[in-house]
């Protein structure tokens, strides 16, 4: 956590105070979307049900008007349930810590795996460039990562040309592996750098590209949780590359 001017003039002890309070905050935020996604979606599910239930039975005593406002409940729940689930994963991701050394590689052939349908109907390719190192960390989190950058890239893709999607890693100047995911999409402007992270943040309508906007949030939490940075570099029409970085094998021995 970078300090700020404000902070750099604090005694020693008070800075220390400061972080135990914000990360007691962020840990308390945490809990409270993890216990407001999991609760809600139960009242939620059974909204969906009966909802669902009516249109079935009683469409033809319905009129026009009636099962238009259905369908939008239907539709309206459906888009709840996603963000919750998108919610619970990000608070799972505030959890995530470092277990043991893993090939970089195994964790890009899980999302990859996971993302298999959407790589065929979409005819993207992933392009592994170079030697992978060893890493540590979570595996199963920091795949998601992976996931949700693949994700993105494949979501935002040009129509004009299947996405390619790259990457590489190499080390980094303070004893870390800088991992680089690079795509041919369509970018973005450089003033919504940080916006791209935020959490339910959306560059576009849902119209346009659907989804809830938390796949990126999420890669940065579970990134933090690790000790690393996660940042980009993007330019519209000519793709994006997200950068992160990871401790090697040997940090935590």
């Given at each position: 956590m970078?300090?700020?001017d404000h902070e750099c003039?604090?005694?020693?002890?008070?800075k220390c105070a400061y972080r135990t309070r914000v990360e007691q905050l962020e840990e308390d935020l945490e809990q409270f979307a993890y216990l407001a996604s999991h609760d809600l979606r139960e009242p939620l599910?059974?909204?969906?049900?009966?909802?669902?239930l009516l249109q079935s039975r009683c469409a033809d005593q319905l009129t026009d008007d009636c099962r238009h406002f259905l369908n939008q409940i239907i539709e309206g729940t459906k888009r709840m349930e996603e963000k919750l689930e998108d919610l619970l994963a990000f608070s799972r991701a505030g959890r995530a810590k470092p277990t043991g050394s893993f090939p970089?590689?195994?964790a890009i052939e899980e999302a990859r795996r996971a993302l298999v349908r959407s790589i065929a109907e979409t005819k993207a390719t992933i392009d592994i460039k170079g030697e992978l190192p060893v890493v540590e960390g979570d595996r199963s989190m920091i795949a998601q990562v992976f996931q949700n950058l693949f994700s993105n890239s494949l979501k935002?893709?040009?129509k004009d040309k299947p996405p390619l999607i790259q990457v590489e890693a190499e080390p980094h100047d303070d004893d870390s592996w800088r991992v680089a995911v690079r795509d041919n999409g369509i970018g973005f402007?450089?003033?919504?750098?940080e916006r791209v992270f935020g959490v339910f943040q959306r560059l576009y309508t849902i119209e346009e590209y659907p989804g809830t906007g938390i796949g990126l949030a999420i890669a940065r939490k579970v990134i933090d949780r690790h000790g690393g940075n996660i940042w980009t570099w993007s330019e519209p029409d000519q793709g994006a590359t997200f950068y992160?970085?990871?401790p090697p094998a040997t940090a935590r021995s």
């Open positions: 970078p300090e700020t003039s604090l005694p020693e002890d008070t599910t059974g909204l969906a049900g009966f909802a669902t970089l590689g195994q935002y893709r040009r402007d450089m003033r919504y750098k992160f970085t990871l």
